[in-house]
C-alpha cells in the first residue's frame, strides 16, 4: 500500500506544502493563511501546507509591464515581449476551451526572465541551446500559468531561427496520440520542478515512513526514484542539469518527430542573431 503524502492540499490546491516536522509545537502560523495535517506512517508528523496569495483570474494581473521591460536589454526586453505574446495566445486558447477565466496562484514576474536568459549558454547545436532556453524559462517559472506550453513554443520559435519553416509535430491531432509522450515529458519535468525544491523535506519524509509525494491533477513523486542527499544549493545544481536534458531529450524526440532531426546535429546561433529573427518575424 502506498504511504502518500499529498504536496498541494488535496480539499484545495491553493495550499502548497511549506514544513514539516515532528514537533507540532515547532509550527506557527501567526498571520499565514495556513493549514495544518497530522501523518501517522511509520512515524507521526505534521505538515504546514501555505497559501500561495495570489487568487483572481489572468485578466486581473497588472498588465503595466512597461518599467520593467524598460530596465532590461535590447535583447532581453525582445524575447520577453515575444514570450508575453505566446503566453497570452496560450491564455486566449485555453479560456475559449473551457469558456471559463483562467485561475491564477501567482503573479507575472517578468524580472525572472533576464536572469533566465543570462544561463543560456547560446553555444551548441539547435537542440541543446533550444533545450536550455526552454529549460531555464521554465525553471524561472515567470508565468502564472502555462510556463511549459509558452516554454516549448519559445524553443519552437529558436528552432525556427535555425530550419525556416519548422514547426512542432501536430499537438492536436484527433487521435491525441502526442498525449502519450508529450505529456509523459511535462509530468516528469513537474516532478523534478518540486523535488528540486524539497530534497531535505522529502527525505525527512522519507525517514518517517512516505514513499510518495502527491502533487495536484494526480502527479505522483516516488522518492526511492530521486537522489535526496543534496543541500538546497546542490538540488537546485543538480536538479537544473537533470531538467535541461529532458527538455533536450523532448526537443530531440519533437524534431525527429517532426522530420527535421538534421537540428539535432546543426549548429545553433546565438543569442543576437535569434533576437534579429524575432524583430524580423514581427
Given at each position: 500500500m502506498t504511504a502518500c503524502v499529498y504536496y498541494h492540499h488535496p480539499e484545495d490546491s491553493q495550499y502548497s506544502l511549506a514544513y514539516v516536522?515532528?514537533?507540532?509545537?515547532?509550527?506557527?502560523?501567526?498571520?499565514?493563511?495556513?493549514?495544518?495535517?497530522?501523518?501517522?506512517?511509520?512515524?507521526?508528523?505534521?505538515?504546514?501546507?501555505?497559501?500561495?496569495?495570489?487568487?483572481?483570474?489572468?485578466?486581473?494581473?497588472?498588465?503595466?509591464?512597461e518599467d520593467i521591460l524598460d530596465e532590461m536589454s535590447p535583447q532581453n526586453r525582445t524575447i520577453t515581449v515575444r514570450l508575453l505574446q505566446i503566453f497570452e495566445e496560450i491564455i486566449e486558447e485555453k479560456e475559449l476551451e473551457e469558456d471559463?477565466?483562467?485561475e491564477i496562484y501567482k503573479q507575472?514576474?517578468?524580472e525572472r526572465i533576464p536572469d533566465a536568459l543570462a544561463r543560456v549558454e547560446w553555444t551548441g547545436t539547435a537542440v541543446d541551446v533550444a533545450g536550455q532556453l526552454m529549460s531555464t524559462l521554465i525553471l524561472k517559472h515567470a508565468l502564472p500559468n502555462a510556463n511549459h506550453r509558452t516554454s516549448i513554443s519559445m524553443a519552437q520559435w529558436y528552432l525556427e531561427s535555425i530550419e525556416t519553416g519548422f514547426s512542432f509535430p501536430d499537438f492536436a491531432t484527433e487521435e491525441y496520440d502526442w498525449k502519450a509522450w508529450v505529456?509523459?515529458?511535462?509530468?516528469?519535468?513537474k516532478r523534478l520542478l518540486t523535488v528540486r525544491r524539497n530534497t531535505t523535506a522529502f527525505s525527512l519524509l522519507a525517514d518517517w515512513g512516505c514513499d510518495t509525494i502527491m502533487r495536484k491533477n494526480s502527479i505522483g513523486i516516488v522518492?526511492?526514484?530521486?537522489?535526496?542527499?543534496?543541500t538546497r544549493s546542490e538540488a537546485y545544481a543538480y536538479y537544473g542539469e537533470v531538467h535541461t536534458e529532458l527538455c533536450t531529450d523532448f526537443l530531440i524526440e519533437s524534431v525527429t518527430?517532426?522530420?527535421?532531426?538534421?537540428?539535432i546535429t546543426a549548429d545553433g546561433i546565438g543569442k543576437a542573431e535569434f533576437v534579429s529573427f524575432l524583430d524580423e518575424a514581427e
Open positions: 516536522t515532528q514537533e507540532r509545537d515547532e509550527i506557527t502560523t501567526s498571520g499565514q493563511d495556513a493549514i495544518i495535517e497530522q501523518y501517522d506512517l511509520d512515524e507521526e508528523f505534521f505538515v504546514l501546507y501555505t497559501n500561495r496569495g495570489a487568487s483572481g483570474t489572468v485578466e486581473d494581473l497588472d498588465d503595466e509591464f471559463a477565466k483562467l507575472i514576474e517578468l505529456n509523459e515529458y511535462i509530468t516528469e519535468s522518492l526511492a526514484e530521486y537522489d535526496l542527499d543534496f518527430r517532426a522530420g527535421h532531426d538534421e537540428l
